[in-house]
T-cell receptor, first 112, second 113 residues
């Protein structure tokens, strides 16, 4: 079982819709959770971080964390074609090393 | 501020050749990382340096060596390149390991023939 799992997609949504991206992780002691966006041919860039259960909103983006169920999700409201990218979930596991583990990413396409 | 810079941007090697990928950051970060990204595999950690003077193996260290030259620079060396090392390599840095955001360089595309 992979430590961080994402649906690879592709996920297609129409412009203006809500895009929902999901991620599950295996280490119950994980403390920190991140969503990175990666445009084709570019490097990943952080869009959201979340550390405690519940929702965290930043503009059109909302991250949701449920540690009991071991999942973290990203909602993108009013999706725009410029949101078309691969979204990477990253988790900082428990233990002293604490390096991030990345999921394989979900490719999102927002259709005009 | 340039952030995280990497050189070269693109490289073609023949099997058995060696090369060093360079990475530098100007954010005064303590921790630096090298990842490789392959289609469908996400980002996999090769080596990391939690602080100046320390380096540790990540998930896929075989065939690579690293040097933390100083606080700014972290290089990745392929001693004898193999076709399986064809990938996109990203360097990243963060203030420290764990909860802090990692900032990525633009990447190096490596093709090993």
């Amino acid at each position: 079982q992979k430590e961080v799992e994402q649906n690879s997609g592709p996920l297609s949504v129409p412009e203006g819709a809500i895009a929902s991206l999901n991620c599950t992780y295996s280490d119950r002691g994980s403390q920190s959770f991140f969503w990175y966006r990666q445009y084709s041919g570019k490097s990943p860039e952080l869009i959201m971080s979340i550390y405690s259960n519940g929702d965290k909103e930043d503009g059109r983006f909302t991250a949701q964390l449920n540690k009991a169920s071991q999942y973290v999700s990203l909602l993108i409201r009013d999706s725009q074609p410029s949101d078309s990218a691969t979204y990477l979930c990253a988790v900082s596991p428990s233990g002293s090393a604490r390096q991030l583990t990345f999921g394989s990413g979900t490719q999102l396409t927002v259709l005009p | 501020n340039a952030g995280v810079t990497q050189t070269p941007k693109f490289q073609v090697l023949k099997t058995g050749q060696s090369m060093t990928l360079q990475c530098a950051q100007d954010m005064n970060h303590n921790s630096m990382y090298w990842y490789r990204q392959d289609p469908g595999m996400g980002l996999r950690l090769i080596y990391y340096s939690a602080s100046e003077g320390t380096t540790d193996k990540g998930e896929v260290p075989n065939g690579y060596n690293v040097s933390r030259l100083n606080k700014r620079e972290f290089s990745l060396r392929l001693e004898s390149a193999a076709p399986s090392q064809t990938s996109v390599y990203f360097c990243a840095s963060s203030e420290s390991m764990g909860q802090e955001t990692q900032y990525f360089g633009p990447g190096t595309r490596l093709l090993v023939l």
